[in-house]
């Protein structure tokens, strides 16, 4: 019997981490209705989970009919609030271009972001 474990993002820097012992041929879809309660999804969020292909073993995408092998780490993930890209312009207009970035302690009298 494989022991799985199965980590779920509730919510920002909230992460449910249970160890699950499943059958030989269970599939991630199988864990997930098996602990449906304890990761704190019902029914609608679990199929949104599904159909968005928010389903990853080790940080990788995976279909829910995979099957779990021991020592997988089966991951469910939460859906993107805000573009990473548009979220990086706003923290650099926020933050200014002296300040923002890699180059933030660069030489003196270069160019900002160089």
Same mark, same amino acid.
């Given at each position: 019997? +494989?022991?799985?474990?199965?980590?779920?993002?509730?919510?920002?820097?909230?992460?449910?981490?249970?160890?699950?012992?499943?059958?030989?041929?269970?599939?991630?879809?199988?864990?997930?209705?098996?602990?449906?309660? +304890?990761?704190?999804?019902?029914?609608?969020?679990?199929?949104?989970?599904?159909?968005?292909? =928010?389903?990853?073993?080790?940080?990788?995408?995976?279909?829910?009919?995979?099957?779990?092998?021991?020592?997988? =780490?089966?991951? /469910?993930? =939460?859906?993107?609030? /805000?573009?990473?890209?548009?979220?990086?312009?706003? =923290?650099?207009?926020?933050?200014?271009?002296?300040?923002?970035?890699?180059?933030?302690?660069?030489? +003196?009298?270069?160019?900002?972001?160089?």
């Amino acid at each position: 019997m +494989p022991e799985i474990t199965v980590v779920c993002a509730t919510g920002p820097r909230q992460v449910v981490e249970l160890l699950h012992t499943a059958a030989a041929d269970t599939t991630a879809l199988d864990v997930l209705l098996a602990l449906m309660q +304890p990761l704190g999804l019902d029914a609608t969020a679990l199929q949104a989970v599904v159909n968005d292909g =928010r389903i990853g073993v080790w940080g990788k995408p995976v279909p829910a009919d995979r099957v779990l092998v021991e020592g997988d =780490r089966l991951e /469910v993930y =939460r859906p993107l609030t /805000v573009d990473p890209k548009v979220a990086r312009r706003a =923290r650099f207009v926020r933050q200014g271009a002296k300040t923002a970035g890699l180059f933030a302690k660069k030489r +003196p009298g270069a160019k900002a972001g160089y």
